[in-house]
């Protein structure tokens, strides 16, 4: 139906290890949100992005994808609608770029022409050179790796992108750099971003929405804006407390000169 969310997890609960990772945990994403998933870490967040593309199985609860449960179906083509991008990225040292970008559309048997194509495509999209498609993955920078990781996820056009700190190990120029970067490529291609980030200010400053995961459980759900007024919950309040005092001291080092 044409107002159902997009994505939507339902009671989904998860033990690792005999321990408890997640909680029933719910979540329903309207088509072109971005949303950032925050909290301390072994909270959960990248356990609960990987029940989204089938990498973790459940044990209870239901994730649908525009309207149909994930587990319809084969997990590649599932996948294919999903670009995943994470820490590190992890691209293949053996392949160039060109070949890296190219994995998906390879083994969903596209030409080589229409492989090209697509990388030239997508090098443009992330701001590289072309001539990066010739390039050995130990012959870039981290923020250029990153780039060429975002551009590898988005290789067969997903419609939904999960990321897990996909900008983790940049300096903080770079990684300011990328981030808007990014946000500008989800509103261009009206793609939903779920992306998991340690940093809170980074999710208060490209999100739409934040959502805050603690032991396993939805602590805080809300706006920007809101979170920042957000009181009730000690733990959501001391994970806010801190990027408004850093704030608030640098203002008073601005004011100061
Ligand atoms: N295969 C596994 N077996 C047992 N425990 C696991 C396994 N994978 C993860 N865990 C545990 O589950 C908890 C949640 O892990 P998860 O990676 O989802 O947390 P996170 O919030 O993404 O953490 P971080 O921010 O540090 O990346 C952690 O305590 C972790 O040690």
Not at 34 to 43: C, M, T, W
Not at 90 to 98: C, E, I, Q, R, T
């Amino acid at each position: 139906m044409a107002n159902d969310p997009f994505l939507e997890l339902h009671h989904v609960a998860k033990d690792l290890g005999a321990r408890p990772i997640l909680h029933a945990v719910s979540l329903a994403i309207p088509a072109g949100s971005f949303v950032a998933l925050v909290g301390p870490s072994g909270s959960g967040k990248t356990t609960l992005l990987k029940t989204i593309n089938r990498l973790i199985e459940p044990d209870s609860g239901s994730v649908r994808l525009d309207g149909t449960d994930i587990n319809v179906g084969p997990k590649h083509r599932l996948r294919r609608r999903i670009g995943y991008a994470f820490q590190g990225i992890g691209l293949f040292p053996h392949m160039n770029v060109a070949e890296n970008i190219g994995v998906v559309p390879r083994l969903l048997g596209w030409t080589e022409a229409a492989r090209a194509a697509r990388v030239a495509e997508l090098l443009d999209l992330v701001a590289l050179p072309a001539d990066f498609a010739a390039r050995r993955p130990n012959t870039l920078s981290g923020g250029q790796t990153q780039r060429v990781g975002i551009a590898r996820a988005l290789a067969a056009r997903p419609s939904l992108m999960l990321m897990d700190e996909p900008f983790g190990t940049l300096d903080p120029v770079t990684r300011d750099e990328l981030g808007r970067a990014y946000r500008a490529l989800h509103d261009r291609l009206d793609l939903t971003t779920i992306m998991v980030t340690h940093d809170i200010t980074e999710a208060l400053l490209l999100a739409d929405r934040i959502v805050v995961l603690i032991e396993g459980t939805i602590r805080a759900d809300a706006a920007p804006a809101e979170l920042l007024a957000y009181r009730g919950d000690p733990a959501v309040e001391a994970m806010i407390a801190l990027p408004q005092a850093q704030a608030r001291r640098l203002a008073a080092l601005v004011d100061a000169r």
